[in-house]
């Protein structure tokens, strides 16, 4: 008895839940016109057809967007070609007509412009009556030239609408394939400064490690050891070939192969101090980036120092972001530097070419080239009074992961 007691209430409480939520449908439906239904759906396939694009034109992506592309155009059925008039992907009937459409393609490539072929012109085969006209629209990149053909396949006459509509969807996929090539170059770059970086950084450290190294061979083989396979996991990392972004974590992880490697160089003058929040450890950060600020401060605020010096790492948790710095209580420099650009300006000590701070300006480009402007790096500094070096890290941004 008492659980069809509980049954009821539990209905009684539903009704108007349910009854609501009927209503609200209802009136939703009311609300929306079928020109915004229309609207809806066309911005929805389109951003369905732009997502392979945006990788660039291929088989696989050809394969993905041809029925979206061919939604959008209102055509029977659609193909997708390269740049040489070759069929990538197809989508509906009538492919007995690819074979014209692949011709037209070709022409469309040669002339840049698009190619129609109706009435007269068409070979139909048994199943093809319907067919009224073939479209080999190129797709055309200003700075590139055509980079492939959408031929369309339609059954009623090509007037101005359809031709209009053909056009626009493909400038809209001309766009997403451009985009995809600035893309590819955006990572060309990223993995030119990377490199641009490790040259930097790595003559002057591995002339001191390996001379380092070599005043223990005798005195200490067990230590001497040791910072061989420090120095060798060190140049594993630096100069490995996967993903322009790391995690915070490996990054600091090579950071203290880096310090053990300078503290063995520099004996008690060296002190490190470190606080990272637990839960920014896996935050993604661009590969290299922490460790230049490390160098510099060991390099040009501690090195100089006669009595040496501490540097402190923090990486605090703030809220979306991540902040991490790397503060030194050297001997510090001109803040005129960091106004003039000269950050990188090339000095030679004990005959070795080094820039002065290593890789700084490298590094705020390519945080601001990942996360925007509103994360570069930011430097505090004044001639005695140390230098502090910081910089922003999203918790999580899409489309970047290591």
């Known amino acids: 008895m008492t659980g069809t007691v509980v049954a009821v209430v539990a209905l009684l409480v539903l009704i108007p839940v349910v009854a609501f939520t009927a209503v609200w449908l209802r009136a ?3 609300l929306t016109t079928p020109t915004e239904r229309a609207v809806h759906t066309t911005l929805h396939t389109a951003s369905l057809a732009a997502r392979p694009l945006r990788r660039g034109l291929d088989e696989t992506s050809a ?3 041809a029925p979206h ?5 209102g055509a029977q059925a659609l193909g997708v070609f390269d740049a040489a008039g070759d069929l990538l992907a197809w989508s509906g009937p009538h492919e007995a007509m690819t074979e014209q459409l692949h011709d037209a393609a070709a022409r469309a490539v040669d002339g840049e412009r698009r190619v129609l072929i109706a009435y007269g012109g068409l070979v139909r085969g048994a199943g093809d009556n319907a067919v009224r006209a073939l479209i080999a629209q190129p797709l055309l990149i200003e700075a590139t030239g055509v980079v492939g053909v959408l031929g369309i396949v339609i059954t009623e006459d090509p007037g101005p609408g359809m031709l209009g509509a053909v056009t626009e969807v493909a400038r809209y996929a001309c766009s997403q394939i451009e985009l995809a090539d600035l893309d590819a170059s955006r990572a060309r770059l990223d993995r030119a400064e990377v490199r641009a970086l490790r040259a930097q950084i790595s003559p002057h450290f591995i002339y001191n490690a390996l001379n380092t190294v070599a005043s223990f061979v005798r005195t200490d083989p067990d230590r001497a050891r040791e910072l061989i396979l ?3 996991d060190f140049t594993r990392y630096s100069f490995r070939t996967a993903g322009e972004f790391t995690l915070l974590a490996d990054e600091l992880r090579n950071i203290d192969r880096y310090l053990t490697l300078e503290r063995a160089r520099f004996g008690d003058a060296l002190a ?3 606080q990272v929040a637990p839960e920014v450890l896996n935050v993604v950060l661009p590969f290299l980036a922490l460790q230049p600020l490390v160098e510099n401060a060991v390099r040009h605020g501690i090195a100089a120092k006669p009595d040496g010096g501490t540097v ?3 990486a605090a948790d703030e809220g979306t972001d991540c902040v991490i710095s790397v503060e030194d209580d050297g001997v510090g420099m001109d803040p005129e530097l960091l106004r003039s650009g000269s950050l990188d300006s090339v000095a030679e000590t004990s005959g070795v070419k080094e820039a002065a701070h290593v890789g ?3 590094v705020d480009d390519r945080l601001r080239a990942a996360f925007g402007n509103d994360y570069g790096l930011v430097v505090e500094t004044a001639p005695g009074a140390g230098t502090k070096v910081s910089m922003r890290v999203p918790k999580f ?4 992961s290591t």
């Open 63 to 65: 394969e993905e967007a």
């Open 230 to 232: 420090e120095f060798a």
């Open 69 to 73: 592309l061919r939604q959008l155009t």
């Open 272 to 274: 490190v101090k470190l």
């Open 397 to 400: 941004r899409r489309g970047i």
């Open 312 to 314: 402190s790492i923090v």
């Open 28 to 30: 939703r439906r009311e």
């Open 360 to 362: 700084l300006a490298n």
